[in-house]
């Protein structure tokens, strides 16, 4: 049984946050991002049963 719930996750960060932006036009990975899957705060997302929501991940590249 949960004790605590988020009903909301927010996400301040860098290359390896981000899902939104990739200011230099590369194309990279998965979904044109540093990696080759799911970052992980969608992952964190998933485990803690919150819908994923790209607007409030405020993480961009360049950091």
Not at 48 to 61: M, P, R
């Amino acid at each position: 049984q949960r004790i605590w719930a988020f009903s909301s996750l927010y996400v301040f960060g860098d290359g390896v946050c981000t899902t939104t932006d990739n200011a230099s036009g590369a194309n990279y990975f998965y979904g044109n991002r540093y990696c080759n899957g799911r970052v992980w705060v969608e992952v964190l997302a998933q485990w803690q049963g919150l819908a994923y929501d790209s607007a409030k991940n405020k993480s961009f590249f360049g950091n």
